[in-house]
């Protein structure tokens, strides 16, 4: 019984060791690409180690426009600093989602001056963006943030997906962006468009135990960050042509972050109205993000006498 015992685990260590190799022969056929944050949804393929950043940025795909065809280039001239942008697109971006990869950019070392986390007040009503079996396909396998999932309780299928998916076409046919500028343009306001993405977006409508279970999610990576004390964290709420639905709770729970940590907000959701500026009804185009960049978000890294209007505390 006990031979029988040994050559079970041996069969499953050879395998266990099969898989690794295998595993990373599949990251290399990715990873000998160039990536960087602007031509791939992946955070993994661009995350560094041992770096130090002047600005980190989290948030939904809101934030993740302003990485995209080489928008994150050009903040970083506007604003001359130098920024990681790890927020989700692609219907990521969860709270949970955005904590992993917070988590798993200061285990490799990094560290950051200033975080800015672009909240929108649906990721407090959809229970769904942090379980979506397909949330890392576009990630390589790494044993480090594999460890941060299993730490953070993420749903077996997400972990199970994350894994399995760097065994498919999919995975080996993920190659740069050349993507270089967001020229399209939203013409008007579709009311059919934006009753569709509420559909998308609050599945659930205004689910109140969601929304006290994220709350509680969000302090806590607050607390997070809040511990790291040479980093200062600001939470910003993007612009918009849609009103979103909960804004007022979500306005309320960031004041109470306010008392409590003394951590500054900025609501800039009614800020650009001009149709100019987007190209759907939520997210920037690039002429947005520069206009953005230079009148809402430069004069915070200045001194208080050059901050923009707009609404904060």
């Not at 795909?61 to 995209?68: G, K, L, T, V, Y």
């Not at 979506?132 to 390589?140: G, Q, S």
């Not at 977006?201 to 994220?214: A, Q, S, T, W």
Request: aromatic share 16%; glycine share 6%; charged share 25%.
């Amino acid at each position: 019984m006990l031979k029988l015992a040994r050559k079970i685990l041996l069969f499953l260590g050879l395998n266990l060791i099969l898989l690794v190799v295998i595993l990373g022969f599949m990251n290399r056929q990715v990873e000998k690409h160039d990536f960087n944050n602007w031509t791939t949804e992946s955070n993994l393929l661009h995350i560094p180690a041992d770096k130090n950043f002047d600005l980190l940025i989290l948030g939904t795909s809101h934030a993740r426009s302003m990485a995209r065809a080489r928008n994150h280039l050009r903040m970083e001239q506007i604003l001359d600093r130098d920024i990681i942008n790890l927020s989700q697109g692609l219907g990521g971006g969860g709270l949970l989602n955005q904590f992993a990869f917070l988590k798993y950019f200061y285990k490799q070392g990094n560290t950051a001056d200033t975080i800015i986390y672009f909240i929108d007040p649906f990721v407090f009503y959809n229970p769904y963006f942090d379980s979506k079996d397909e949330l890392y396909v576009y990630e390589p396998a790494r044993f480090g943030f594999f460890s941060v999932l299993l730490n953070l309780g993420f749903d077996p299928g997400v972990i199970y997906t994350y894994l399995y998916s760097k065994f498919t076409e999919r995975w080996l046919g993920h190659h740069p962006f050349s993507w270089k500028s967001e020229s399209s343009q939203i013409e008007n306001i579709n009311a059919v468009s934006v009753f569709k993405r509420y559909n998308v977006v609050y599945p659930n409508d205004l689910d109140e135990e969601v929304f006290r279970d994220k709350s509680a999610l969000f302090e806590r990576i607050t607390a997070y960050i809040d511990k790291k004390l040479e980093h200062k964290l600001v939470f910003i709420v993007p612009p918009s042509l849609i009103e979103w639905p909960g804004h007022d709770n979500m306005i309320s729970l960031l004041k109470e972050i306010k008392i409590q940590y003394g951590i500054p907000y900025y609501d800039f959701s009614n800020s650009m109205k001009e149709l100019k500026y987007y190209k759907d009804h939520d997210h920037l185009n690039t002429k947005g993000v520069e206009y953005f960049t230079r009148k809402y978000l430069k004069p915070l890294f200045e001194e208080p006498a050059k901050t923009p209007p707009h609404n904060h505390q």
